[in-house]
């Protein structure tokens, strides 16, 4: 064997390893994990006339299986990981799709191990009140999940409950009257404000723009409850200018004086 046929195939197996982030996987390996997430899915599949996907009651006796309940974050990580179309169905291409990224996880057991491992991520704070990457990615996801067909914003109150999840003790606490918010550094009911202020001056749907830069907003807070960082010249949803006027004359936050309740 020449050392150009050794070079290459060290090189060859170094690639390997960088694309699957550190596990020279063979396609065997690949192949056989692909075939046993196949047999999970068809276990779950309940109805001939859509072989590639799972509907409301398969899904549902997954999540049994999974012991996750319906209503729980950690089901909305998973959405996020096999990257469901909608709330309550799974195609067999995210499925197989997204637990290939856990080789390991090819059977409910194993994927609770993964899942629980997630949900305890999900928490974990960034720099400068940042929440963690994998929040970002499933709370984007969230609004694909929670967005009405041929609509193009979810009604506030459907968005309040996902928010009280997201948001919540569970997620990326942004209520400082919680143990859960103060530990990731917030003093203030941020949630509870936003939701209040909302019912009263918006009842309108949340649009993407809004969705997302809620998000955005709740970070900016986490990093400084003062508001110091707030300019009326930012590009914010004109909501948000008036939430952050609420909060200054009502709750005194940034120097505003709070009116007397």
Known sequence: MTALTIDTQWMHRGLLYFVHG?????SGTSDRTTSALNALFDKYRDDPSTPDLLTINATMAYLTDLSLAPD?????ILSELLQSPT????????????WSSHPSAT????????LKQLTMQLVQPGPSGQTSALFRRVYKHTFKLALPAGTRGIPLDMATEYWRLLFGPSGACWDGTKAEGRAQ???????EWWMAFLQEKWRKAVNKDLWEQTLVFCEKTRADESLGWWSEDGAWPGIVDEFVGWCKAE???????AMEE
Do not use: D, N, Y
């Open 87 to 98: 709330l309550g169905e799974i195609t067999r291409t995210g499925f197989t799709t997204g």
């Open 72 to 76: 729980s974050i950690t089901v909305l």
């Open 107 to 114: 059977s409910t057991s194993t994927q609770k191990t993964v």
């Open 22 to 26: 550190g596990s020279a996987q063979s």
């Open 251 to 257: 709750k005194g936050i940034g120097g505003g004086e």
């Open 185 to 191: 550094g917030v003093r203030q009911p941020w949630l």
